[in-house]
């Protein structure tokens, strides 16, 4: 294509930046760009030709106001595959094409984090939750190991008292070790890599261990090919989000995991602005029956040092956001399904033949 050429129409909405749904004066979806792919978890194929309601719930006030123009910001709205989400919604109608309309979506959460001041926000609060974390994980070790240097030097038996001292130094270490795990900046190596093996082995792991009283539902798209991913990196991610699932589901009532798979197809994302759109279409979910995230912190959830448990240290979902990014695929939350399961959902490149 010659470079001063124009753009086809279908190629400015694919790259636009905001999610956009074309509908017809019939109310159903004739087209639907990447984004919306990505924000809805739906690919356009699966859109195409049925009704808009088949997949969002308008508001009732866009539903009111048909044949004008309407806006609603940072409101919620109900999908029929990502759950809730949080969104500045409009509608616009198309002039000199009545009944036509295209629909507008950008993630509120999204856009409230992009400006220089939110930035600074999050890295205050980062800061902030880092000494204190640090603070109240230290000082206990640290007080143990004072009172057992003063026992010994009042004459008590020191074999104990030296086994503990040293257990105490290896929590510090390991606690150290794991905050290190942030500042490895160095590439992970990918490989072609058939994921059902490692589902497996994460799976026997967990039943194994800390999940061994919860049931582990599979449900898997056995046609899925091989994955872009690092298997550590993934096994590790994998057996942090079951251990999330089985803590959150509580000791009493339904104790039930699902681990699912699927492909996305039309699924991508660009991995920094103004790079192109990669293709991520192998999905990994871990889905449970608790009752998620609080929503004062469901936006935060993959922030460090953001934790729902008073016990809980805030890096686990931290580095699994890390872990996954450094594979170049992304990883989201969200509540799902009637009644509301908890997803965390892996999206990763598919490896190339």
């Known amino acids: ?12 909405l694919a790259a636009l930046p905001v999610a956009v749904l074309l509908v017809d004066p019939e109310d159903r ?15 356009e ?29 940072d409101t919620e709205i109900e999908t029929r595959n990502s759950g809730r989400i949080r969104v500045d919604f409009a509608q616009v109608e198309l002039a000199d094409h009545p009944g036509w309309r295209a629909i507008t979506l950008h993630n509120a959460a999204s856009s409230r984090r992009l400006g ?36 010994i030097a ?3 038996a020191p074999e104990e008292l030296t086994r503990l001292v040293i257990a105490e130094v290896d929590r510090i270490a390991a606690l150290i070790d794991r905050m290190e795990d942030f500042t490895d900046t160095r590439p ?13 082995h994460a799976r026997s792991v967990a039943l194994a261990g800390f999940a061994r009283d919860v049931v582990i539902e599979e449900r898997f798209d056995p046609s899925l090919p091989a994955a872009l991913a690092n298997r550590d990196a993934l096994l590790q991610v994998l057996l942090n989000l079951l251990k999330n699932a089985a803590t959150a589901l509580g000791p009493r009532g339904e104790r039930r ?37 609080p929503e004062d912190i469901a936006e935060h959830l993959f922030d460090p040092f953001v934790s729902s448990r008073p016990e809980g240290k805030g890096l686990g979902l931290a580095l699994v956001d890390k872990l996954i ?16 399961m908890t997803v965390f959902r892996i999206l990763l490149p598919r490896a190339t033949a």
């Open 154 to 156: 009042d004459g008590a």
């Open 45 to 73: 194929r699966a859109m195409v030709g049925r009704p808009v309601q088949a997949v969002l719930a308008l508001p009732r006030e866009a539903e009111d106001r048909a044949g004008r123009g309407f806006a609603a910001f």
């Open 188 to 200: 992970v190596a990918l490989e072609p890599l058939n994921i059902y093996p490692l589902l497996a």
């Open 29 to 43: 979806v004739v087209r639907a760009n990447a984004e919306c792919e990505l924000l809805l978890n739906r690919s």
């Open 1 to 12: 294509m010659p470079a001063d050429s124009t753009p086809e129409h279908g190629e400015v």
């Open 325 to 340: 990014r450094d594979m170049g695929g992304i990883i989201q939350y969200s509540r799902e399904g009637s009644p509301h």
């Open 257 to 293: 995991i699902i681990l699912a798979t699927s492909f996305r197809h039309g699924m991508a994302v660009a991995p920094a602005p103004g790079r192109p759109r990669l293709p991520l279409p192998i999905e990994i979910c871990v889905i449970d029956s608790g009752p998620g995230a």
């Open 116 to 151: 220089h001041s939110a930035d600074r926000a999050a890295a205050a609060r980062s800061a902030v939750g880092a000494a204190a974390m640090l603070a109240h994980e230290i000082k206990n070790p640290l007080s143990s190991i004072r009172g057992a240097a003063q026992l």
